[in-house]
């Protein structure tokens, strides 16, 4: 059964914390993506990554970075955390242009 | 730079009844179109994916359409169940990632 796999379900952080949200993909994809989701905004793009050490931003990248040090992770880093970043994150892979499989999602609270 | 709707934005049906839920996307050079299952406080489960070539997939009592050169897709659901209560998502796949319609929320009453 394919399996991504983020680490935490629910992480409550303190503003200015550095943060990091992890993603595992037993599947060999190439693809990694990172996602928010808020209520009336929908699923959102933070950054994507077609191959290791290689990354885009997506639609909103500020505040987030990322790291795809192996093909099999993806880590989406926020570099000092703020109440305006408490969502629901939800990471992605897919090999190609093929199905899309999502982990279970972390819901983050920035305090 | 592509857009994905979905309407209506909440459904609610009594048990038994088939249903079909609609997405639309404003550029047809998709790859693929895709819809997903969400429960309350979960990931997100694939349901069905419609490769750019096909018209329509199918997988137990769900049914997707897919019509490129009018921007649509639909979700039929047939004979609805309490257990198919969930949001439901579609999402488009083209030159960029997928992007998501803001789904519909659909209730099914026992």
């Known amino acids: 059964d394919v399996k991504v796999t983020q680490s935490s379900r629910y992480l409550v952080k303190r503003t200015g914390e550095k943060v990091f949200l992890e993603c595992v993909q037993d599947?060999?994809?190439?693809?990694m993506f990172w996602y928010r989701q808020d209520p009336g905004l929908g699923l959102r793009l933070i950054y994507f990554?077609?191959?290791?050490?290689?990354?885009e931003k997506g639609d909103i990248p500020e505040g987030y970075s990322v790291s795809r040090e192996k093909k099999e992770r993806f880590s989406l880093i926020l570099e000092s955390a703020s109440t305006n970043q408490t969502s629901m994150y939800l990471c992605?892979?897919?090999?190609?242009?093929?199905?899309?499989?999502f982990g279970q999602g972390t819901r983050l609270t920035v305090v | 730079k592509q857009e994905v709707t979905q309407i209506p934005a909440a459904l609610s049906v009594p048990e038994g009844e088939n249903l079909v839920l609609n997405c639309s996307f404003t550029?047809?050079?998709?790859?693929?179109l895709q819809w997903f299952r969400q429960d309350p406080g979960k990931g997100l489960t694939s349901l069905l994916l419609i490769q750019s070539s096909q018209r329509e997939q199918t997988s137990g009592r769900l049914n997707a359409s897919l019509d490129k050169s009018s921007g649509r897709s639909t979700l039929y659901i047939a004979a609805s169940q309490p257990g198919d209560s969930a949001t439901y998502l579609c999402a488009a796949s083209g030159n960029t990632p997928l992007v998501f319609g803001k789904g519909t929320r659909l209730s099914v009453i026992a």
């Open positions: 992605a892979s897919t090999r190609g242009r093929g199905e899309a499989f």
């Open positions: 550029d047809s050079a998709i790859y693929n």
């Open positions: 599947m060999d994809h190439e693809n």
């Open positions: 990554s077609y191959d290791v050490k290689m990354k």
